[in-house]
């Protein structure tokens, strides 16, 4: 199988590429940069330019699926300004990668799979939010999240097998959470965030590159959460990390008022609570490599690659 991959030079783009090839898939990826375009060891790059509407079709040649990861980071400075590109960053690739589909003609592509988020629920510490869970979207997080999956979702029309993974807490020790939770450690102070009683739905990054190459493998469509099956709070990461002593710190709790003061809006994703299930993938005969917090932190603080 020959698959499409944008945003793959991210973190999760790195990993579904490394497992893809372990797996004796062929890959094709898209770039903004056309220094990167022979920058994938056994990849072929190809470029595209979403500013300017333009995508090399031959990117599509002989493909049968198309991961999509574009999209720029959230946890950013919120202006009206790069809200705007927040959303934009994940529509207007999908618009071209549509546009593109139709003009090369390409009839073996029969799967697309999109990245979006468990930040489309409201926080909520009683809930334990299934994929039929609807809400309606509150605040910027939701709303963005929202117009994604009804921008992925529309390719249906194009690809009949389009599904879109509710990706929760990505868990990788060199970058996104983990890094930021375990810089402050190196220094002897473990960070709890407001009052730590709020549900974290994570994922180590070994599953979620392995579940977007299982979706694709399935001949599926619609919505999955992309989060392992245990859950748990946001002081209990911290108290993993000392159990198993992985790192040595006292634990300083930052309340909710004082993490509103140094990120504004941003402060819900830090403080907001979403317990997440992932029974649908499990019953689609996805199998966790990592089902616990503690085998996969152990796991993420004793091994050393690119990933982590």
Not at 95 to 110: A, E, Y
Not at 111 to 128: L, R
Not at 152 to 178: A, D, E, M
Request: charged share 25%.
């Amino acid at each position: 199988m020959k698959i499409l991959i944008t945003g793959a030079t991210g973190l999760i783009g790195k990993a579904v590429i490394k497992s893809a090839l372990n797996q004796n898939f062929k890959v094709n990826y898209l770039t903004r940069d056309k220094s990167k375009i022979k920058s994938i060891i056994d990849c072929k790059g190809f470029y595209w330019d979403i500013k300017k509407d333009y995508i090399d079709l031959k990117c599509f040649e002989g493909v049968n699926a198309i991961i999509n990861l574009a999209g720029e980071k959230i946890f950013q400075k919120w202006t009206k300004k790069s809200k705007k590109e927040i959303l934009l960053s994940r529509i207007k690739p999908i618009d071209l990668l549509i546009k593109g589909i139709k003009l090369s003609n390409q009839t073996g592509i029969r799967t697309f799979v999109s990245a979006s988020a468990i930040g489309i629920y409201q926080s909520d510490f009683e809930k334990n939010y299934t994929e039929n869970e609807t809400e309606n979207p509150q605040n910027f997080i939701q709303k963005t999240v929202y117009n994604w999956e009804k921008k992925s979702l529309s390719v249906r029309k194009f690809i009949p097998y389009t599904s879109v993974l509710r990706i929760g807490l990505v868990l990788s020790k060199n970058n996104g959470y983990l890094k930021e939770t375990d810089y402050p450690m190196k220094f002897g102070f473990g960070i709890q965030l407001g009052s730590g009683n709020q549900w974290q739905s994570w994922i180590h990054i070994d599953d979620i590159a392995n579940m977007f190459l299982f979706i694709i493998g399935l001949d599926t469509k619609g919505i999955y959460n992309a989060v392992a099956p245990k859950p748990i709070f946001q002081k209990s990461f911290l108290k993993i990390i000392r159990k198993r002593k992985l790192r040595k710190f006292i634990i300083i709790k930052l309340h909710n008022f004082i993490l509103r003061v140094l990120f504004g809006e941003r402060a819900s994703i830090l403080i907001d609570s979403q317990r997440v299930s992932s029974k649908k993938i499990l019953e689609s005969g996805y199998k966790f490599i990592y089902e616990e917090a503690d085998k996969a932190l152990n796991n993420l603080y004793k091994r050393d690659d690119n990933l982590t």
